[in-house]
């Protein structure tokens, strides 16, 4: 294992800079989103935008876990508090997303509408014609 250490740091990077690559275009895209709402990009109606939201939302979900994983094999295994920090906030954090698809429905997870949420603590993420927020929204030219 010793021996392919000057190999995998390098790799380690390309996923740093391929996660930074697809998150930044996904932000980039979702902020023309916010800007010019006619570009309907989230939640996408359009087939190609349903697949290059989902695509680079994947890419990113894996360069990250291929950097975390990297990152465990090019550390030595660290002091016992790195875990018992780690462990329970990635535990938390795991729940929360679970808790997240049961509030809002997993049937939504994946462009659906059929029984979205659109009111309680997420209801100024729901735009629609009639909501308030949707005044608060730039003209669009």
């Known amino acids: 294992m010793q021996d392919m250490l000057p190999y995998l740091s390098p790799v380690r990077s390309g996923g740093v800079w391929i996660a930074l690559a697809s998150a930044g275009l996904l932000c980039g895209l979702l902020m023309v989103n916010l800007i010019r709402p006619e570009f309907s990009f989230w ?5 190609w935008k349903k697949a290059t939201a989902l695509w ?16 465990l094999l090019l550390t030595a295994p660290g002091h016992w508090l790195r875990y ?7 535990t938390i954090s795991y729940a929360l997303t679970l808790w997240g698809y049961r509030l809002l429905g997993i049937e939504n997870t994946y462009f659906g509408s059929e029984g979205l949420v659109t ?23």
């Not at 018992?84 to 990635?90: K, R, S």
């Not at 909501?131 to 669009?140: G, N």
């Open 43 to 47: 939640p996408a109606e359009e087939k």
């Open 56 to 71: 680079l939302f994947r890419v990113f979900c894996a360069a990250t876990v291929c950097v975390a994983l990297f990152d």
């Open 84 to 90: 018992a920090i780690g462990i329970p906030v990635m």
């Open 119 to 141: 009111t309680g603590q997420i209801e100024d993420t729901r735009l629609n014609s009639s909501h308030p927020v949707e005044s608060r929204l730039p003209a669009s030219a």
